[in-house]
């Protein structure tokens, strides 16, 4: 009794809890908003929504700014250290960098976005809505540095409540918008209405949070974005931003070649699988999102002992939730889909099922990122990604979709005896959640070889170095 008292009454374990209960009931609200959107939009109309946001988010890539990833480290290093002017610049050089970056990529989708998606999609319709989708994310990366600040802080409590209130907003938007009209336009429209509302609820609590929280204020960073001196963060951000995109490219290209090839169904069926494993996933997220906060501090007090060892525990925790987590979703998924969402769906299961796979490995591999970013071997990990994204990913690729012209293996990935013209959609769907999961195998695989060895060289060094200093006192 004594000892779960004292476990409890950890801020590691308190904080984890807290983002637990509300990352539960935000995946509550996202289940159930969801479920409304799936069951009033075809999966075409769900489809171009899926294709739209995955158009936008390859434009996402030219963002080589890295600011929101980037301060959340330096910030979380800076509060370690008790350093309240660098924590300052942080907050301020990144902002500067983030908006004007979005900013910069919202006119160039609107200026050559639209007349790509004509000649590609054969309609300037992905375009447009790519256009409202950049608009809403520029009021999303404002938000993001709020919410991050809190993290960072480690002001857990006000981050999960603004967390639920988030996911909240957002489901009234969504199911609002699908009410009026079941449309794409739609739900990226109340998707714009759901940002600009959050970001100032998010605003309303940072200025009632950050004195407590040692943050500078928001007018103190309105003031040090117009003289702060950004090429001292330009570099740890463009690591960071070529880190994130080439991550997010091992979801968008397969997404994109399971749409090419199986039509925008089968980037339907897919964007409800992965929709699927991010709900989920945030039963597993409460430890991850702490960690993200503890790694950085620890680092700026140089506790590489109390790190590594905080660290081993927390992969075995993950591993095992995962598990269980992931297991039941892939379990129950060909039970729950054709009742809930109707017939219309049930090519979504399969992807989803080998989906669960990626969901499970993700959730351990996320403690890696933490690491090296706080440790600064940006150049190990880009290399790694690098790796897979030129080798691993085309090689899967040519495997995966040549699979899928074949009969035989196409009533294998679906395992049903549709009709044959029917095979392309199932099958693409299919093949690309594969080859999501093959190359996040790789590239986990790869950076845990190299993070672990190198977290247990700073352990060892800090031990003989407090060894070092003990023999030189009793000396």
Request: aromatic share 10%.
């Amino acid at each position: 009794m004594r000892m779960f008292q004292r476990l409890i009454s950890r801020k590691f374990v308190q904080d984890t809890l807290v983002i637990q209960f509300a990352r539960g009931m935000s995946s509550g609200l996202a289940f159930i908003s969801s479920l409304i959107v799936w069951r009033l939009m075809t999966p075409s109309e769900y489809g171009v929504y899926a294709q739209a946001q995955s158009f936008f988010l390859l434009w996402m890539q030219l963002d080589l700014a890295g600011a929101s990833t980037a301060m959340y480290t330096r910030l979380g290093i800076a509060l370690g250290a008790k350093d309240d002017t660098a924590a300052l610049d942080v907050i301020a050089g990144y902002a500067r960098l983030g908006i004007l970056t979005i900013l910069a990529i919202t006119l160039l989708v609107l200026v050559i976005g639209i007349p790509i998606s004509q000649l590609v999609y054969g309609s300037s319709r992905i375009g447009v809505l790519a256009v409202i989708l950049s608009s809403a994310y520029a009021f999303d990366i404002a938000y993001g540095y709020i919410t991050s600040a809190l993290s960072a802080s480690r002001q857990m409590r006000r981050f999960a409540a603004l967390a639920m209130m988030n996911q909240f907003v957002l489901s009234v938007c969504w199911v609002g918008a699908v009410l009026i009209t079941p449309s794409a336009e739609a739900l990226l429209l109340g998707r714009l209405v759901y940002s600009i509302s959050t970001l100032m609820i998010a605003l309303f609590v940072y200025h009632r949070t950050y004195t407590q929280a040692h943050l500078p204020s928001l007018g103190q960073i309105a003031a040090r974005v117009r003289t702060v001196h950004w090429r001292g963060f330009w570099r740890f951000g463009f690591a960071n931003a070529l880190d994130k995109n080439l991550a997010s490219l091992f979801v968008q290209i397969p997404l994109q070649l399971a749409g090419i090839v199986g039509g925008s169904a089968a980037a339907g069926y897919m964007s409800l699988a992965l929709s699927g494993i991010v709900n989920a996933g945030v039963l597993t997220t409460a430890v991850f999102e702490n960690v993200q906060a503890v790694v950085p501090q620890a680092v700026g007090r140089g506790e590489f002992r109390r790190l590594r060892r905080n660290i081993l525990r927390v992969i075995v925790i993950l591993a095992g939730g995962a598990a269980a987590v992931y297991g039941t979703l892939a379990l129950t998924a060909p039970f729950v889909i054709p009742p809930i969402l109707g017939n219309e769906w049930i090519p979504a299961v399969r992807p989803l099922e080998i989906l669960t796979l990626y969901g499970m490995m993700t959730a351990v591999g996320g403690v890696f990122g933490p690491l090296y970013r706080a440790f600064r071997r940006m150049r190990a990990a880009l290399v790694i990604k690098i790796t897979t994204l030129t080798l691993v990913l085309p090689a899967g690729a040519l495997v995966m979709f040549s699979l899928v012209r074949q009969a035989g293996t196409l009533r294998g990935f679906v395992g049903t005896n549709a009709l044959i013209d029917t095979f392309a959609a199932h099958a693409a769907a299919a093949g690309g959640a594969a080859l999501i999961v093959l190359v996040f195998a790789f590239s986990i695989s790869a950076t845990a070889s190299v993070m672990l060895p190198e977290l247990g060289k700073r352990a060892a060094l800090e031990a003989k170095q407090q060894s070092k200093a003990v023999d030189d006192s009793v000396g």
